[in-house]
């Protein structure tokens, strides 16, 4: 006799979209009366400490196209090193800054912007410290599972060559991909390619 199974089965995987845009940031899709700002949208205030950056990231498809209907999460350490989060247990940290941002990409250029702060050192694992970096979340329209990689600081050389997760990278000439250039006003570019040549270095998390 077959014997029943007290227990849920698995739901079908579905694709992100095209419907990320209203579900996560309906203000800028220019739907009014859900969130009075859309949530991650403001990281900082007039209060919060450290050297303030703006960061513009653009993901680009394997031809260099923008693509026009992602979304952008960040994370991040404050000026100090610490994270705006219950689990961290080394030290308050600056109550004014949050830590954590979303956008989308803009219709018409495929780029979005994050107005930060620069990240102080965080300790890896094994207590070694890593170099200042903002952790990359990237979900669009036929990407099934969320895309996780970082963006590092080209000013750090030295930092960047001790960092423990950049050492574990085995294709030494893929490490730029996690480099952001550096403009002239002391904004940050950083480009995110899913595939081609210049594929991102993504990490399995």
Same mark, same amino acid.
Request: proline content about 5%; overall charge negative.
């Given at each position: 006799?077959?014997?029943?199974?007290?227990?849920?089965?698995?739901?079908?995987?579905?694709?992100?979209?095209?419907?990320?845009? !209203?579900?996560?940031?309906?203000?800028?899709?220019?739907?009014?009366?859900?969130?009075?700002?859309?949530?991650?949208?403001?990281?900082?205030?007039? /209060?919060? /400490?450290?050297?303030?950056?703006?960061?513009?990231?653009?993901? +680009?498809?394997?031809?260099?196209? &923008?693509? /026009?209907?992602?979304?952008?999460? !960040?994370?991040?350490?404050?000026?100090? %090193?610490?994270?705006?989060?219950?689990?961290?247990?080394?030290?308050?940290?600056? &109550?004014?800054?949050?830590?954590?941002?979303?956008?989308?990409? *803009?219709?018409?250029? %495929?780029?979005?912007? $994050?107005?930060?702060? /620069? &990240?102080?050192?965080?300790?890896?694992?094994?207590?070694?410290?890593?170099?200042?970096?903002?952790?990359?979340?990237?979900?669009?329209? %036929?990407?099934?599972? %969320? +895309?996780?990689?970082?963006?590092? $600081?080209?000013?750090?050389?030295?930092?960047?060559?001790? *960092? &423990?997760?950049?050492?574990?990278?085995?294709?030494?000439?893929?490490?730029?991909?996690? !480099?952001?250039?550096?403009?002239? *006003?002391?904004?940050?570019? $950083?480009? !995110?390619?899913?595939?081609?040549?210049?594929?991102?270095?993504?990490?399995?998390?």
């Amino acid at each position: 006799m077959a014997q029943s199974l007290d227990r849920l089965r698995e739901s079908a995987s579905q694709t992100a979209g095209p419907y990320v845009h !209203i579900g996560l940031t309906p203000n800028f899709c220019g739907i009014g009366g859900v969130y009075e700002n859309d949530l991650g949208a403001g990281m900082v205030n007039d /209060k919060t /400490k450290g050297e303030r950056i703006s960061v513009r990231m653009r993901v +680009l498809d394997g031809t260099g196209t &923008p693509l /026009k209907d992602a979304l952008v999460e !960040i994370w991040q350490a404050d000026t100090d %090193g610490l994270y705006n989060s219950p689990s961290e247990m080394r030290g308050a940290a600056d &109550p004014n800054f949050v830590g954590w941002g979303r956008k989308a990409t *803009d219709m018409d250029t %495929g780029e979005c912007m $994050f107005e930060t702060v /620069k &990240p102080g050192w965080v300790p890896f694992k094994d207590g070694r410290l890593m170099a200042p970096h903002i952790t990359v979340w990237i979900v669009a329209r %036929g990407i099934n599972i %969320g +895309l996780h990689t970082r963006m590092y $600081f080209p000013e750090e050389e030295k930092a960047n060559a001790e *960092d &423990p997760v950049l050492a574990r990278i085995e294709h030494r000439v893929r490490v730029p991909t996690l !480099i952001a250039e550096r403009q002239g *006003d002391g904004s940050y570019i $950083f480009d !995110i390619h899913l595939q081609g040549e210049k594929e991102t270095v993504f990490f399995d998390i």
